[in-house]
Each structure stands twice: as structure tokens, then as C-alpha cells.
């Protein structure tokens, strides 16, 4: 079976500090991943992807992101976080075979302290 | 330009009743995906259109659930009899390119409260 985990409901750190978001999938096959984030009151917005190229990779924002197959991880970072970064963030896997079906992380709810 | 809207932006019903919700996806885009995001839940696909039609409704949670879309553009989710279980964000989605989550452009939700 396919699934996602996000294994922090929340994270607080403070400005400035690195951020990570941490984010595991199981699944048999080859992932397509991302990385989304909600800002209060907006829409799902795409920070990043993983398709099979380049393991690291870099997003709007600072943020990037390193999957590794033998760990099955797909964790989000941040050299220095900006009060702008508190938000909901979200872990999406997709799966070829899995046609349109997408499987979404619980979210983790980020907190700046200034 | 114009994204993705979806109205009414927050709704407040009894048990019971049937409530519609209203998803405009940006102009030209021919997928439409619904999701639904509840309290320590996180996002949950309900369906996905190809223009007019639903080859993928396997997220739907029941039988009180549809959804249809119409000339390709418009699309509204019908929950019929709702359930306190039901209270939840329910966004929409609009893409131009078929499957693909990366080109999804995403709505700003609707906020379900069944009493």
C-alpha cells in the first residue's frame, strides 16, 4: 500500500533558525513528490518537486528538499527561517501506477518565533 | 488574472440538510480535482474531472456525495443529508494539464460547518 507520513503535527522555531519539516513514504513503486504550503486563508501553493531527476531539490522561497530513496524520505529545509514561513505545509506523493490518485501528508504547522 | 474561486466561502448548515458548493476553475484548465481537508485529517481527494466527465470518483466518502461539471468550466460538489462528520474545508482544484498535481492551481476552499 501507498501512504505519506509527515511525522510532526507542528514544528516552532525561532527567526533565523533552520527549519525541518520531515516527511516519509512507503510505497513499492517509483514516487513523483512535493511539498505544498498553506498560508491562513489562501490556497495550496507548490513549493517544490521530485520526479525522478536531480535528489536535491530547490524551491520557491529558500526552501529545498532531499529525497532519499533509502530512507524513503522526502524532507523539507530551510537554512534561516523568515516570519513569513508560519504556515501549514504539506507532503503529496504520487505514484504512476496509481493513475490520479495523490496521497497527501497530514500537514505540519510551522511557528516563527520572532 | 483570475485563479480558481469557489463559493460560498464559508457555509453553515444543520444535520440534515443538502448544501452545494461552487468551484469556478480558471478558464481553459480541463482537469478539475476536489479535495477535502478535515480537522487532523489532512487533505483528502474526493474527485477528479476530465472535462465534463469523472473517470476517478474513488475519494468519494459515501453515497450522499456527487459532483458534476458542466460545459467543461463549472463544477459543484452536492452533499446530500449532511453530517456533523461532513464540517470540513473543501477546496477545488483546476489544472490544464491532465493528472499532473504539480500544475493543480488551487482555490481558496469552502469552510463546511454542520451543526
Known amino acids: 500500500a501507498q501512504s505519506v507520513t509527515q511525522l510532526d503535527s507542528h514544528v516552532s522555531v525561532s527567526e533565523g533558525t533552520p527549519v525541518l519539516l520531515r516527511c516519509n513514504y512507503s510505497s513499492s513503486y517509483s514516487p513523483s513528490l512535493f511539498w505544498y504550503v498553506q498560508h491562513p486563508n489562501k490556497g495550496l501553493q507548490l513549493l517544490l518537486k521530485y520526479t525522478s531527476a536531480a535528489t536535491l531539490v530547490k524551491g520557491i522561497n529558500g526552501f529545498e528538499a532531499e529525497f532519499k530513496k533509502s530512507e524513503t524520505s522526502f524532507h523539507l529545509t530551510k537554512p534561516s527561517a523568515h516570519m513569513s514561513d508560519a504556515a501549514e505545509y504539506f507532503c503529496v506523493v504520487s505514484f504512476a501506477v496509481s493513475g490520479n490518485q495523490f496521497y497527501f501528508g497530514t500537514g505540519t504547522s510551522l511557528t516563527v518565533i520572532p | 488574472g483570475a485563479g480558481v474561486s469557489q463559493s460560498p466561502s464559508n457555509k453553515v448548515t444543520e444535520k440534515g440538510k443538502d448544501v452545494e458548493l461552487r468551484c469556478d476553475p480558471i478558464s481553459g484548465h480541463t482537469a478539475l480535482y476536489w479535495y477535502r481537508q478535515s480537522l487532523g485529517q489532512g487533505l483528502e481527494f474526493l474527485i477528479y474531472f476530465q472535462g465534463n466527465s469523472a473517470p476517478d470518483k474513488s475519494g468519494l466518502p459515501s453515497d450522499r456525495f456527487s459532483a458534476e461539471r458542466t460545459g467543461g468550466s463549472v463544477s459543484t460538489l452536492t452533499i446530500q443529508r449532511t453530517q456533523q462528520e461532513d464540517s470540513a474545508v473543501y477546496l477545488c482544484?483546476?489544472?490544464?494539464?491532465?493528472?499532473?498535481?504539480?500544475?493543480?492551481?488551487f482555490g481558496p476552499g469552502t469552510r463546511l460547518l454542520v451543526l
Open positions: 482544484a483546476s489544472s490544464p494539464d491532465r493528472g499532473r498535481i504539480e500544475t493543480q492551481y
